[in-house]
C-alpha cells in the first residue's frame, strides 16, 4: 500500500522538484503584475522550469511502465496518468505562488502547507479521471510529503540547486 502510493504518485513529486534543476530563462508571467501591483507568479516560475518538470514527471511515467507494466495496463494510461500528474503538480505549485504573492511573500520564502501539499492536492485532482488512488494511499500521502518536502528542499540546498534550505 505504502510503496504503490508513492509509486503512483511519483511523477507528481518528480515534476514538482525538477524545475530547480531545469529553471531558468524567462518566467512564466513575462514579468507582469497582477491587478494588485504584484507580480503574477514572480522570477522563480519560468516557461523552461515548467516544461523541464512536465517532461520529467511524464518520462518517469514511462520508466514506470516499463518496470512494473501490470499497474498501468496499457503505456498509453501510463503517458497519460504521468503527463496529468506532472501537469496537476505544476499547475498546484503555480496557484501556490499566485496566492503567496497575493500575501506579499517574497519569492522562495516558505508557506507551510501551501508549498507541501498544494501541488499534491492538484496533481491528485488532475489524475483523479484517469485512475485513482485508495483513500488510504492519499491520506498516507497527505501525511509524507511534507516530510518528502522538506527533505528534498534541504539535498537540494546542500547540492548548491537552491539558495535556501526550504
Known amino acids: 500500500m505504502i510503496l504503490d502510493a508513492l509509486w ?4 507528481a513529486y518528480l515534476a514538482n522538484s525538477s524545475p530547480v534543476i531545469f529553471g531558468g530563462g524567462a518566467p512564466i508571467d513575462f514579468g507582469r503584475n497582477f491587478v494588485d501591483g504584484r507580480r503574477i507568479f514572480g522570477d ?3 516557461w523552461r522550469g515548467f516544461f523541464g518538470g512536465l517532461t520529467a ?4 511515467g514511462i520508466i514506470q511502465y516499463f518496470l512494473r507494466p501490470y499497474y498501468y495496463g496499457s503505456l498509453k494510461l501510463a503517458i497519460k496518468l504521468s503527463f496529468l500528474l506532472a501537469l496537476g503538480a505544476l499547475v498546484g505549485d ?3 505562488s499566485f496566492i503567496k504573492r497575493r500575501l506579499n511573500m517574497p519569492r522562495g520564502y516558505p508557506a507551510v502547507g501551501l508549498d507541501q501539499w498544494g501541488f499534491l492536492i492538484t496533481a491528485l485532482i488532475f489524475a483523479y479521471p484517469v485512475k485513482t488512488i485508495p483513500t488510504g494511499q492519499v491520506l498516507f500521502l497527505l501525511a509524507i510529503t ?9 539535498f537540494a540546498y546542500k547540492m548548491g540547486w537552491k539558495d535556501v534550505p526550504w
Do not use: F, M, R, S
Open 8 to 11: 503512483y504518485i511519483l511523477p
Open 44 to 46: 522563480g516560475k519560468t
Open 57 to 60: 514527471g511524464t518520462l518517469i
Open 94 to 96: 503555480l496557484i501556490g
Open 146 to 154: 511534507p516530510v518528502i518536502h522538506w527533505a528534498a528542499n534541504v
